[in-house]
């Protein structure tokens, strides 16, 4: 159980205790092996844990970031890497971040981002 | 060819490594008859320095998949093969000896192989930290896990491949020698 209060003006918490270990146990465990394995397997470690925690947090967040998670997040391949196709996967990746600018723009600010 | 042939070869032929699997869970009888096939796997100089480490206990196995990221599926049992490094050691093998892996694959193809003769969906699984995998599974001293067999019942939506090529085929694999002039 978390110490700290969902207290008004506090954005709401929409990840639990078993989530968050098991995103926590993914990313340690993901920096011990890239040790060993391909560079290349790198960005797919970085956006297996983002696919996994957006769909953790996506049932309990603002349907503007379940739409994110759900949508722009996961348009990209899951098992894709760089080495085939350098410049297509870094636009692809591209295209996640300026999306993912826009939704934060929108959440942080209320002033719409620009869409990709 | 006779039809023992055609099947066993069907079997080679037809496998897939299966990273999507439903969450119906896998018959215990099913997973001995994968285990089994798994002990008549050649071992060099018929040493059997594997051991299986298998489980289906869903709890088990989140935490399992939480420790190796690259386990995409979700499976309903897994089987862990690991080499006893003390009992290689006294066989006399280096602990970095290349031995000792061949053996892993040759065990590894022949659980896949099962699995897939059975109608099972299975997907070997190397991207996992060893230590957190071997205090999981609460590995004896020297038990070294080298590798996870997932298995379940395939299910749709698998991601495609990671590495989307035209199909190879032997002719691409292989180099005849002497070699012939022009080939």
New interface residues.
């Given amino acids: 159980m978390s110490d700290i209060p969902n207290v008004a003006g506090r954005a709401p918490l929409v990840l639990d205790e078993d989530e968050a270990?098991?995103l926590l146990?993914?990313l340690?465990?993901?920096a011990?092996?890239q040790v060993d394995?391909a560079a290349e397997?790198g960005p797919l470690?970085l956006l297996?844990a983002a696919r996994r925690l957006g769909a953790a947090i996506a049932p309990r967040a603002s349907a503007s970031t379940a739409q994110f998670v759900t949508g722009p997040l996961v348009a990209a391949?899951?098992?894709?890497?760089p080495?085939?196709g350098r410049d297509e996967y870094a636009t692809r990746l591209d295209e996640v971040c300026r999306a993912l600018a826009a939704h934060l723009t929108d959440h942080f600010t209320g002033q719409p981002g620009v869409a990709p | 060819m006779t039809g023992q042939e055609d099947a066993v070869l069907d079997v080679i032929r037809s496998r897939r490594v299966v990273r999507a699997m439903s969450g119906e869970p896998v018959a215990r009888k099913a997973l001995e008859t994968v285990l089994d096939a798994g002990r008549w796997a050649p071992t060099a100089g018929n040493r059997h320095l594997q051991r299986f480490v298998a489980t289906d206990d869903p709890t088990t196995l989140?935490?399992l998949r939480?420790?190796?990221?690259?386990m995409?599926q979700r499976p309903a049992a897994a089987i862990t093969i690991c080499t006893d490094r003390r009992l290689a050691a006294e066989y006399g093998f280096p602990p970095g000896a290349a031995g000792l892996h061949i053996d892993v694959g040759t065990a590894m193809a022949t659980l896949l192989l099962a699995a897939h003769a059975i109608g099972l969906g299975a997907g070997p699984v190397s991207?996992?930290?060893r230590?957190?995998v071997g205090a999981v599974l609460q590995l004896p001293e020297g038990w070294v896990p080298e590798i996870v067999v997932c298995l379940g019942h395939p299910a749709p939506g698998a991601?495609?491949?990671?590495?989307?090529?035209p199909r190879l085929t032997w002719h691409d694999l292989t180099t005849w020698v002497p070699h012939k002039e022009g080939a």
Avoid: K, N, Q, W
């Fill in positions: 270990l098991e146990a993914y340690v465990t993901a011990r092996t394995e397997y470690r297996t391949p899951e098992l894709a890497v080495r085939d | 989140r935490v939480m420790v190796s990221p690259g995409i991207s996992f930290s230590a957190a991601p495609p491949p990671m590495h989307p090529r």
